[in-house]
């Protein structure tokens, strides 16, 4: 089945303790991203990558980085988790070329930080 | 002022009923116009989009697009229950603004369809 994953599900930790959250798709996609979703504001992007080792900031970039090493995999790490954090967390991917109107979304990772 | 306005409801009908979602937006560079479905803990899935202004349909759906008006459009047919979800609109600039597939989205809209 042609999918995103995500893991884990559901996280709950502590301020200042590292954590990534992994993404993958098995659909040989160029382009993966990440994004947060919070009440009241929606999703948005927090950074995307238009290939292997290829990452780019989106718009709420602060407190996270992502690596590409391998094409189906683009983890989500957080170095310093703070309660600024606490979000649902959306991965998602593309084929080449048609990433700005067909994304698709893994089941999302639910993030508190204390 | 955001730059994609959307009522998050939420909204309740009854079956059968037709359904109306809108969204508003103040940036003209948006090209690509979406249309995301997003059930109770799941990711959104993509519905339809369409590209510029104009009418898109597909099934019980249509998607329209008014670029002069700034104001994008969701109606759904004889509305269903399992139709009951959030409903999000979602913009971009496409590939010759080079923005990196970012798509900008409204808050969602919150639909129920009573049986």
Redesign the interface.
């Known amino acids: 089945e042609a999918q995103?994953t995500q893991n884990p599900r559901y996280l709950i930790t502590v301020t200042g303790k590292k954590l990534t959250v992994t993404c993958s798709q098995n659909m040989n996609h160029e382009?993966m991203?990440w994004y947060r979703q919070d009440p009241?504001?929606?999703?948005?992007?927090i950074y995307?990558s238009?290939n292997v080792e290829v990452t780019?900031k989106?718009?709420v970039p602060e407190g996270y980085k992502v690596s590409r090493k391998e094409k189906r995999n683009f983890p989500l790490i957080l170095e310093s988790p703070s309660p600024n954090q606490t979000s649902l967390y959306?991965c998602?991917s593309?084929p080449r070329?048609r990433?700005?109107?067909?994304?698709?979304?893994?089941?999302?990772t639910r993030l508190t930080v204390t | 002022q955001k730059e994609?306005e959307?009522d998050?409801g939420p909204l309740s009908v009854p079956e059968g009923a037709i359904v109306s979602l809108n969204c508003t937006y103040s940036n003209s560079a948006f090209?690509?116009f979406?249309w995301?479905r997003q059930y109770s803990?799941?990711?959104?899935?993509?519905l339809m989009?369409t590209?510029s202004s104009g009418n898109k349909e597909d099934g019980r759906f249509t998607a329209q697009v008014d670029k002069s008006s700034k104001y994008i459009s969701l109606f759904i047919r004889d509305s269903q229950p399992s139709d009951s979800a959030t409903y999000?609109c979602?913009m971009?600039?496409?590939?010759i603004y080079n923005?990196?597939?970012?798509?900008i989205?409204?808050?969602?809209t919150e639909l129920s369809v009573k049986p």
């Open positions: 995103v382009y991203s009241g504001l929606g999703l948005r992007q995307y238009m780019d989106g718009d959306f998602a593309s070329g990433q700005d109107y067909e994304q698709y979304f893994g089941p999302g | 994609v959307q998050p090209q690509y979406m995301y803990r799941k990711g959104p899935e993509l989009y590209y999000l979602a971009s600039g496409g590939v923005q990196g597939g970012k798509l989205f409204g808050q969602g």
